[in-house]
């Protein structure tokens, strides 16, 4: 049995478009320079946060794609409602991130 090859980048766009989907972030995969450093701007990237709740820290994927956002994410080990607060800049790269408590 032949092994397909996963689509280029572009393949990958119009599959989407033609489609209606969301992209897809794939923090092991850095499309270029900036992601090689953590950050894609536009994209996503992988944010150490600390739970107002527990003060325990853990990684999170954070998609700067839809710009500014407030949105609420679970802690991955209490469980607790957190507000994340990220300000995205005008190339598209993380100005500010905050946590708070969701409740």
Not at 33 to 46: D, F, I, K, R, V
Not at 62 to 88: H, K, M, N, W
Request: a negative charge; charged letters at 25%.
């Amino acid at each position: 049995m032949k092994r397909r090859e996963a689509p280029s980048a572009d393949e990958a766009r119009q599959i989407d478009a033609t489609y209606g989907l969301e992209p897809v972030f794939d923090p092991g995969q850095p499309q270029n320079a900036a992601s090689a450093a953590g950050a894609t701007p536009g994209g996503s990237e992988l944010r150490l946060v600390q739970c107002p709740y527990c003060g325990e820290s853990f990684e999170t994927l954070i998609d700067l794609s839809a710009g500014s956002a407030t949105y609420i994410e679970d802690c991955q080990i209490c469980c607790q409602p957190i507000e994340f607060r990220l300000e995205v800049d005008h190339e598209g790269a993380l100005a500010t991130l905050a946590t708070m408590r969701g409740d």
